[in-house]
């Protein structure tokens, strides 16, 4: 897989890009990840990828120009058509079902927005889709992209070392994660529930999802309504 980020601050990646899953997962090949300077596409001597909204209005907005020439840019390197992806708080929300769809992408395009917003026409004529990460602005798209790179990686066939780990995960089948616990069985005051001790796996299996679906019910009704449509 390859996933191309368009930014103006390419120097925010390297922390999250170089570090733990995401790092072993470049390393073993599975992924390839590429940041890209926007400014290095502009024609303009000053490397200016913004400007005044039409208009009249506050702020500057992000120029198409620079974008486009980026992609196509990208484009001519790759042979499959990539999917190309705007971060930006107009989108559909991002969920783990849509982390699996992409997890199945051979390339992808990250193209992240700032100031105060970003040319009608990279959404009208270039973008595939949008995709926001929650109902609150941010700074920048620099951040979501970091949340989505993160959430497609893992998902990956062979990134992670337990592949059976992730059939039992938070939102997997729209269920919440089970209570887990750790050595020692007690502390301080505190037991592990006997079930998980007792080595009977039928039992802790159901025990696992009856905790479920009580922490679904309490914490996040709205996903058990979700399994219901």
């Known amino acids: 897989m390859r996933i191309d980020i368009l930014t103006i601050f390419p120097e925010m990646f390297s922390c999250v890009l170089d570090e733990s899953i995401i790092k072993r997962a470049q390393k073993k090949g599975k992924v390839k990840i590429i940041v890209h300077d926007l400014r290095d596409y502009t024609l303009d001597k000053h490397r200016k990828v913004d400007d005044r909204p039409f208009g009249g209005g506050s702020g500057m907005l992000m120029q198409a120009e620079p974008i486009f020439r980026a992609v196509e840019a990208i484009r001519k390197k790759i042979k499959a058509k990539p999917k190309v992806i705007l971060l930006c708080p107009q989108g559909k929300t991002f969920t783990q079902t849509k982390a699996k769809a992409l997890s199945g992408c051979g390339n992808l395009i990250l193209i992240c927005g700032h100031y105060e917003g970003i040319d009608e026409r990279v959404r009208q ?3 595939d889709e949008e995709t926001s990460i929650g109902d609150y602005v941010l700074t920048g798209g620099e951040l979501a992209a970091m949340v989505l790179v993160d959430a497609i990686i893992r998902l990956i066939p062979g990134v992670l070392g337990d592949k059976n780990s992730l059939n039992f995960e938070s939102l997997e089948g729209n269920l919440l994660e ?6 020692p069985a ?6 592990v ?15 696992r999802k009856k905790e479920a679906l009580k922490r679904t019910k309490e914490r996040r009704p709205d996903l058990l309504k979700k399994s219901k449509q």
């Open 125 to 127: 004529y270039l973008a």
């Open 178 to 183: 089970y209570p887990q616990y750790t050595r």
């Open 186 to 191: 007690k502390f301080r005051k505190w037991l």
């Open 193 to 207: 529930p006997e079930v998980l001790v007792s080595g009977d796996h039928d039992r802790i299996a159901s025990w």
